[in-house]
């Protein structure tokens, strides 16, 4: 049977649709997250001050946070080529629906 064809195509094509425009949304979110972050980074290495502690800590956390999003991104942007992993129907013992 053609996958057009089958019962749950339309549901599944929804779904699946769904599932794209969320990712979607996700990595606008997060793309726009590590812009700022980047900004914050490069304000960060301009005007840092070994004598401030408080710049070092702030420039780690947020070289981490930097690096995060960068793996996010690269996981979305790969759920986008593949948003339908699988399908499972479980039915009850006894039951043909």
Do not use: W
């Not at 057009?4 to 769904?18: A, F």
């Not at 080529?81 to 006894?94: H, I, L």
């Amino acid at each position: 049977m053609a996958a057009v064809d089958h019962p749950s195509y339309r549901e599944e094509l929804q779904r699946c649709n769904y599932t794209l425009e969320y990712v979607r949304k996700s990595l606008e979110t997060v793309t726009s997250r590590k812009e700022r972050l980047d900004k914050e980074i490069e304000q960060l290495k301009k005007h840092f001050n070994s004598d401030n502690s408080q710049d070092y800590i702030d420039l780690t956390i947020k070289t981490l946070l930097q690096s995060s999003t960068d793996l996010k991104i690269r996981n979305l942007i790969a759920a986008m080529s593949k948003p339908y992993f699988a399908r499972v129907d479980f039915r009850e013992k006894g039951n043909s629906q």
